[in-house]
């Protein structure tokens, strides 16, 4: 029911000369990058962005409900299985950007975060719940590689996401946090160590159209500027690396 009022608001909306926002399923990771885009796309193209944050396993289940025009997922494989089951637009998949892991706090080490953690000087470390998201499953996996998991396995705190991980160092009830580079980069705070490539690779978040009978007439034109030169700097300046 709630799924049909909103398309009845987008279309009266449209009615009233007012344009129709372009609605962006996103993952949590990269879901405040894409806010922060949302300004520049609708000066350039007169369109407003809603960025929807969830995870990958939602959006799975959710495009096919909801009126979302494109989807952000950090796991390419789920996104293959949305373009092969029809989900998706096929041939629209393309790389966004990819988010390096970075351990984050007022007490690490910004040359060598492996010391920060095998030290453990710390009471709590917040991470992302591994069956909820991507980086927490490489979250887990670093700390594996590292020998550390029974080491700091009652120091875990687990979150939803990766912005309720990053709110647990904020809100001063963990002191490091495993988050990805994008969100934390922006600060400027030197409280960042990015966790080299050999360590664990960087997670690809791969970027789609959404199959709908009623398509934005701006989807493909929102997609386009994702992909862009402009955007992709802009990205890469906060943290990311480039994707496509």
Known sequence: MK???LIA???????QGEPAPLRVAAVSSIAPALESLAKTFREKHGVPMEIVAGT???FGRRVRTEPFDLVVLADPSAMLALE???GVVEGSRATLAVGPLAVYGATVDPKDGVATLRAQGFAKLAVVDADRSAYGVATRELIDDLGLTAALASKLVVAS??????????KGECQLAIVP???VSPRQDGRAWEVPEPLHAGLPHVVG???RKDAHPKARELRDFLLGAATQQALAESGWQRGR
């Open 3 to 5: 799924h049909r009022l």
């Open 9 to 15: 608001v987008l279309a009266l909306a449209a009615c």
């Open 56 to 58: 990958a396993q939602d």
């Open 84 to 86: 092969r089951s029809g």
């Open 161 to 170: 996401d990766e912005v309720a991980a990053l709110a647990q160092v904020d």
């Open 181 to 183: 580079l994008g969100l």
């Open 209 to 211: 159209l959404v199959q």
